[in-house]
């Protein structure tokens, strides 16, 4: 059976402002360089490579972040939710865990939660996420790194999306920890059949998790495929330097 596409990239380009120029039209750089690329269905694709290569940029441009964009992004739904690199920053500092919780259903423009369905719901990601209920009475500053990010990923998941848009979800977390959150990704992937867009510069991470992955240098897509392949045939010089670096190759 042929596998359906949820997210179909093609030909995108995305630019930032350069804020120092006063020419009009040259004021602009672009940061995606022309990228084509499919997600399908139920899969974990990793996107790989180096700091500033673009991949923060390619995934705010699929939940719609960045606004000045070429080419296309098609969505079968609409739904994507992005788990952001920092814990820290993410989450509100001054409100309360269930609070956080509970604040996407409060916005939900396809349903009308009473605060019975939104506090039943709220256990209910509490329990999915591997987290005590009794945290939903705390603020992020007193819960751990670890514990954070689960409460960010959490509050993605809130209303039940199809697609999880993970931006280095575990990087700033210690080994140990990480390995928690990885385990916890693949269990929400098993469970709740949710396609994820993983990215992270750690090859090894995305040969333990992903499906197939997408290897971005310098704003383009160098190599793309299965994990497995890749690493033992790399194609692009580009990917080899990064195996090596890892210390996979
Ligand atoms: N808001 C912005 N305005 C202007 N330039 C930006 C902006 N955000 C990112 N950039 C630039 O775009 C390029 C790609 O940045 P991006 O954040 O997508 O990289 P990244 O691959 O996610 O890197 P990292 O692994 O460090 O998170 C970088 O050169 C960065 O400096
Ligand atoms: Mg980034």
């Known amino acids: 059976m042929e596998q359906e596409k949820v997210i179909q990239i093609k030909d995108l380009k995305v630019y930032y402002k350069k804020n120092n120029s006063y020419l009009r039209g040259k004021n602009r750089h672009m940061v995606i360089k022309g990228i084509s690329l499919d ?4 899969e974990i694709l990793g996107i790989a490579g180096e700091s500033g290569c673009g991949k923060s940029t390619l995934a705010k441009a699929i939940v719609g972040m960045n606004k000045e964009i070429d080419g296309e992004i098609i969505q ?3 739904d994507a939710q992005m788990v952001f690199q920092d814990p820290y920053s993410s989450l509100n500092p001054k409100k309360k865990i269930g609070w956080l919780l509970k604040e996407p259903l409060k916005v939900d423009r396809y349903k009308k939660w009473t605060s019975e369905e939104m506090e039943q719901r709220a256990k209910e990601i509490m329990q999915a996420i591997g987290l005590p209920l009794e945290l939903l009475d705390r603020y992020p500053s007193q819960l751990s790194g670890g514990q954070r990010q689960r409460v960010s990923i959490g509050v993605a998941l809130m209303r039940s999306p199809k697609v999880l848009i993970a931006d280095e979800p575990v990087s700033a977390l210690d080994v140990t920890i990480q390995a928690q959150i990885l385990e916890l990704l693949r269990t929400l992937h098993k469970e709740m059949g949710i396609t994820i867009l ?9 040969y333990q998790l992903c499906d197939h992955v997408a290897v971005m240098n310098g704003g383009i897509i160098k190599e793309y495929g299965v994990p497995k392949e890749i690493y033992r045939r790399p194609k692009s010089e580009y ?4 195996l090596k670096a890892a210390g996979i190759r």
């Not at 990917?239 to 990064?242: G, P």
């Open 39 to 42: 997600v399908y269905e139920g």
């Open 76 to 78: 079968k739904y609409s």
């Open 198 to 206: 993983f990215i992270s510069h750690d090859l090894r991470v995305i």
């Open 239 to 242: 990917t080899m330097e990064l």
